[in-house]
């Protein structure tokens, strides 16, 4: 399994690297969860506190992220291992403090999280920072079993649509067709490992042939389709109640809680918080701009959540439907919707509907699936073909849980009585719990650990040495004196200067971490916005 003294791989260009990560970061997360989420609070209101959240918080925890990954030239675990160099009081703090909280739970009879509370503490105490490393390495699996199960499904309906068996005219018969084809053991299995297996074939071929290549391919496909289908949808009668359903700002339903919304979606649409922007960072070298191509990819993932809005919300509201959530509005309503139309093309509608969103649950999990395997080809010397193995063969099994248990628990009854066990009742399916467990708690702690990280052990220092590396000085212009006119003028160098640099430290130091900790609490229940 030994690689010996290979030289690392790196992307072929600048633009390669920000198509990849522009790949992982659009996904389902920008197609079937941003639309929903802004139409439920608020609207262009609610897009407007995204985009803070974006800003102030996306940006600089992904600069952050990538910068860590380039400086380590190396997988997550190895990563955060090189760079913290000495000892750190933040992590027997945390350490400490997650052990008490273990005792607390278990006294209130909350086995299942005491259980994880009490795991971590020790991962925490045994290896330091490279905690962080090891939740990023730990967290794919997770993602990767609900992900699968829905990538499986989208090639399924696309060739459902494509063959005409989507001809539903009623919500009941989409309804029927969902759940009869997504419980069927056989096919939804078989389409999950498909979809893991075209994942696992894509970095197989490594980071420049594989993946850069794909995302070169890929990323202006999905534009197409998406433009295709925003001028089917927007010139529908009646399309303009969809657009405003989005785009209207309505400031009377911004509340804390919208804040904390933004924030769970940013990290989850940014891909941040669980290495894999680490990793594709490790790939990157340093003459590349870290600061612009970061913005550039935020830029695009934001850009096609609200394309993803007006290609589905237009239509939607065009032929009456209620605009649900997830599975439902893709699977159930937006098929439903393209037979309304009339044009005797739902079928080729829904074909094209489908393949889009396979091709950006494609890219994404393959980031997910990448930072698994760089971790076994640097930290434990594998081949990269036994490394895709390996973690495609994992991914999937695990995966096979989910697909089999998306509508009842009737095929793992002893997983569920162990899972009521530790974490009490719950009526949500594995499938969900998945998807809930770590949208809502993983990444916020590995966000949280990535910003503390950088601004309390590695520091905002060296980042920033990795960020005038690739020779923007626009981390050091000062704002003000760009402002007055005065950007050349030696004397306006002086104390009184805003630069990027300072800001940047700021957020990460402060505002980052302490966001993210009241939407952890907000998420786990201990604090309440009412
Ligand atoms: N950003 C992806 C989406 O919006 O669907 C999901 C994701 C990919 C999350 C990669 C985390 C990750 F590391």
Redesign the pocket.
Known sequence: MKEKNQVREHWGGSLGFILAAAG????????W?FPYVTGQNGGGAFILVYLLAVLVIGFPVMVCEISIGRSAQSDAISAFQKLSTGKSGVTHMLGLFLMLGACGLFCFGKYGLAGIFFLVALVIFRFGWATVGILSVV??FF?LSF?GTVGGWTIAYFFKGLFQQLNFTDAASAEQTFATFADSFGPAVFFQLLFMGITGSVIWFGIKNGIELASKFLMPLLLVFILILIMRSVTLPGASAGISYLLTPDFSQITPHSFLAALGQAF??????????ITYGSYLDSEKNILSSSLMIIVA?TFFALLAGLAIFPAVMAMGMEPSAGAGLAFQVMPLTFNSIGDHLGWLWSAIFFFLIFI??LT??I??AE?CVTCLIDHFRFRRKNAVFWTILLASLFGVFCSISVFNWNRLPALQKALVWAFGASDNSLFDLMDHFSSNYL?PLGGLGISLFVGWQWGMRHALTELRKGGSEVTDINFFALLAGLKDDPLSKGTHSLTLSLILGILIRFISPISVILVFLYNIGWLSLK
């Open positions: 992982s970061a659009i996904g389902l997360g920008n197609l969860k967290t794919p993602i992900y989850f649409s940014l891909s941040l918080g669980m290495g894999a922007i993932d950006a649950a994404s999990a980031s997910i930072g990444l």
